[in-house]
């Protein structure tokens, strides 16, 4: 039998979130139902009062920082400055919502708004290790890895982009990684690049003190752990500016065990290829996985045409990966 934890039995009912990467849909053979009107961009966002994280559209009242410390058993969570705040209820159960703008050739818009779906997936291409044999996967008790901050996007239009390395329960219904992001998410940012450690679920989120990288830096991220109870690890995520001397950001958090280990690209609101990073590939060196020796598999999640690929250039640990796009 698998063993899995509080978080995953309360997601039983949340349907699998990733944040969704945007694409131009520019077509002139592309009508709205009954019109003439060409549809030439269709743009997703959260919602009103919701916010972007590494997991997708989450609350306002959901979503926690900078903090320090996560305990899902207790549903509590330790802000940096010493606050102790409980994770509401609905926080961790409920279908999360997408808003979506159609954009006419002639100028006007439609909006709605709907539940995500199963097969809604926003990771754009991921190196992934797992294993199961039969019925049983295999757990794992940390990941590490190292990658360096590319070249900024040559256009700048409110994308969101994140690189990270992360390990996510059986169900995936929940993460842990280490992030570089360019872009404004919930933990803030802007038209620049930083990291942070996060932990997210489709509808709930926390991350540490977000901190400004430069291009070129090298970015370590490391997750560890040690049991703390019955199906319980304490996880200790860092991401950290190694090229700087810069001091490393850190959430722990007290949850269950995890089952998969990732190297992933990850964009919101990107419509064109120079939206992505200019550089056009990152390579993710030094991946070592606690508990297992990896045999890298590759996915392209969503392909728009921007030179999607992921190559394995070197298995086992330590291994690396390279994410074009």
Wanted: aromatic content about 10%.
């Amino acid at each position: 039998m698998r063993i899995i934890g509080f978080v995953a039995r309360l997601s039983v009912l949340v349907s699998l979130l990733m944040p969704i990467v945007v694409m131009p849909q520019v077509a002139a053979a592309q009508m709205s139902p009954g019109t003439s009107r060409g549809i030439k961009q269709v743009i997703t966002f959260c919602p009103g009062g919701d916010v972007f994280t590494p997991r997708g559209c989450v609350p306002q009242e959901c979503s926690f920082g900078p903090a320090k410390h996560v305990d899902t058993a207790t549903q509590t969570v330790i802000l940096d400055d010493g606050t102790s705040v409980s994770i509401p209820g609905h926080c961790l159960s409920g279908s999360p919502v997408l808003s979506t703008t159609v954009v006419y050739s002639d100028g006007t818009r439609t909006t709605t708004t709907s539940s995500i779906t199963p097969s809604t997936n926003g990771w754009v291409e991921d190196a992934k290790f797992y294993h199961c044999f039969l019925f049983a996967c295999d757990q794992y008790y940390g990941l590490s890895g190292s990658w360096p901050v590319p070249s900024a996007p040559s256009h700048k239009g409110g994308q969101l982009i994140f690189l990270f390395t992360g390990m996510t329960t059986y169900r995936e219904d929940a993460v842990i990684q280490s992030v570089l992001q360019w872009g404004t998410s919930a933990a803030g940012g802007g038209n620049y690049w930083a990291i942070a450690s996060w932990w997210a679920t489709a509808q709930a989120a926390s991350w540490s003190q977000l901190s400004a990288v430069n291009v070129g830096d090298n970015i370590a991220g490391t997750i560890t752990s040690v049991v703390c109870g019955y199906n319980c690890r304490q996880w200790t995520i860092t991401t950290q500016d190694t090229s700087n001397g810069g001091q490393p950001t850190t959430l722990v958090i007290n949850t269950c065990c995890m089952y998969n280990n990732y190297a992933t690209l990850e964009a919101r609101n990107v419509q064109q290829c120079a939206d992505y990073p200019a550089s056009s590939s990152t390579r993710f060196s030094n991946l070592v996985v606690n508990g297992g020796t990896p045999g890298w598999g590759t996915q392209i999640r969503i392909n728009d045409g921007c030179g999607e690929n992921v190559v394995i250039n070197q298995q086992g640990n330590p291994g690396a990966v390279t994410l074009f796009y």
